[in-house]
């Protein structure tokens, strides 16, 4: 079983993953997998060779596990956390650790090996985002799970293993560090003005117009003021809300919409790079904030985390992005 | 002039860095750099191609910016802060921003291209950590600057974007996120304990002995208890000290062995992966803290930074640190 570990000074938290468990010769070999049009365990016809599914979209009233789905949600085949057993929560002298409790899936967005985010229809894109929402339902009702964290991975350099277009989820027993820090800014912000921070910066970007991409009668997709990587942007439903869950299906169309329309364009202009992305939610327990708004970032996988930046925690970005903004804006789609 | 932006939410600084703007064609080519024997600015003999140099070690009374060097320490021709000009502290609404100002100087290991930093000889590799010494003692002198970051990017995939060896150092106007986090930390422990929770973790360790790599008189290497990569090596001053520029040349010349000999414990086990490593050393002002304590961290560059530890802070390593310093306990070098 994985084991997670407390750094103690920064408290930031370590999944030592026995399943993916590796020495030194496994780290030899680093290129980017082939496209050999060799075997997928995540095309329709070989359902047999993933876990069996927990969630599917199937329309046409086929099995389970069987080819007839247009999207797929198994549990990873090698997990970093899994559901069973205890927590297993101790000190190990001055160190803190416990059992890798928690759960790790995979989205499989679409059946073709072709097809990818950006070329999906809205109704199959929209049928992704429901998959997000039914998912983090279900984890839910785990009283041991704190967080769900959705992300996808499009591209080796991103941290793509398969090339099917797929996204992951990973549901942890603490609310991760990353996520307490956002809802402690958003809560300092809410404290000083009584407003929502990610409502402040809708207005502003709406009023001073620079930074926005694109938007619908719904949502806004926009550059951050302080992007991290170059052409990053960050997708928010306008009306106030701090969990996705709650999100009903009409909205998840219009995201769609829209997330789609952003990552046709970062196509056009990048040519098809590497990228991330994550959904930002409330954490499971808190779903009446006044102070935290739900809304997806997406990376694209540009610039190298270096010395600099493992160091400083500061980034260094060399697109402004009022310019990326701009060139999103006036992308021919 | 380069642009310090914070994130309104994190309090994380980003550089936007005008010296190296690109737009989006510069990012379609992101292949390693070839090493065709071509050009080397970084060569002995061509030191008329860096911006002139600051700090260099030549023991045969040759004149600066001339071959005659064995280390050498010059600004960077593509700067990400620099030192002229105002600071320009200002708001744009909700948001907040000033000037790039700061320093971003190359250290010039050796003037032979063919050499690694684990290569050099001890006095070298001394002269070396004598001189991560000398400019962090320069550049204190600026009153407007609060930190000196000195990292090493060794390798491509590590962010090097030349081959010839060498370290980099950026002066900061702000203490950095990361840096302070630590500094917090450690305050933590001290107020629970009385005593520095470096000198607590090197107690435990030499006693538990499992993580410890190697150590002499004066330094320990081990592997930390929740590393965030694999392989990762931590080299401590076994005597609390938290100002690395304090450091005496014999101090640092048993460093420089300790260093030295850990690095090619990493060459050897992982066969001259790419790494990154950082100096952790308390910031401008605070000479004497006793919670603060500096030393190196060597971080092997062998797993991806992906949506997952981008969304939640935590970082999955699939290499226990127990297995990895057994391993490089055991090497042969």
Redesign the interface.
Known sequence: MS?L??????????????E?????Q???L?EPPKNTGGFCPFCEGNEDKTPNEVYSVRRNGSAPDKPGWSLRTVPNRFP?LTVEGEMGREG????DRMNGIGAHEVIIESPDHKDTLSSLSTSQFTDLLCAYRERIADLKRDSRLKYV?I???HGF????SLEHSHS?L?A?PII????S??LD??KK?FELKERC?YC??IR?ERD?KERVVSENDHFIALA?????S??ETWILPKAHHCSYEHAPDDLLESLARLFSDTLKRLDK???C?PY?????SSPFGMEDLDHFHWHFEI??K?T?????E????????????E?AAA?LREAKI
């Open positions: 084991e570990r407390k750094d103690p000074i920064l408290e930031r938290w370590v999944i030592i993953s026995t993916r468990q590796k020495r030194p496994d780290f030899f680093q970093v190990v002298g001055i160190f964290l992300f996808k991975n350099a991103a941290g793509a992951q990973i942890l991760p560090k990353q996520v820090e956002e800014g958003c912000h921070i402040d910066i502003q001073q951050p003021f302080a992007p991290i170059p052409f202009v990048l040519g790079q991330n992305f994550i959904l930002h990376m694209p540009l190298k985390t270096a010395g600099f493992w160091g400083s925690g500061f980034y260094i970005n060399p697109t402004p992005p310019e060139i």
